[in-house]
Nanobody, 124 residues
């Protein structure tokens, strides 16, 4: 079992930056697929970014060029650097992981472990 804990959310203004962290504990291995999803009030959970054990990454079109996913294997932590934030980025951001072979990308149903989320609010 793997436990994921997100941190780094907050209230910022349009154009600001935030860095989210996802710390993993338990039966951890950085050779997992990792991803960030977000969920706005009253809306479905949607894909934001993913990274695999070979450091291949994938981004939703809405965040491409503004967000960067990365990992620190020594700290068992995955990050989401968010720049040029917009009000439409407001959501709860959730970290997810799995140990499946192959590339999970943005497929929500393929992720087995989830954090509780961290709130990001971008004011206009």
């Amino acid at each position: 079992q793997v436990q994921l804990v997100e941190s780094g959310g907050g209230l910022v203004q349009t154009g600001d930056s935030l860095r989210l962290s996802c710390a993993a504990s338990g039966r951890t291995s950085m050779n997992y697929n990792w991803a960030w999803f977000r969920q706005a009030p009253g809306k479905e959970r949607v894909f934001v970014a993913a990274i695999n054990s070979e450091d291949s990454s994938l981004y939703a079109n809405s965040v491409k060029g503004r967000f960067t996913i990365s990992r620190d294997n020594a700290k068992n932590t995955v990050y989401l650097q968010m720049n040029s934030l917009k009000p439409e980025d407001t959501a709860v951001y959730l970290c997810a992981a799995n140990s499946r072979r192959g590339w999970s990308g943005g497929s929500l149903v393929l992720y087995d472990w989830w954090g509780q989320g961290t709130q990001v609010t971008v004011s206009s």
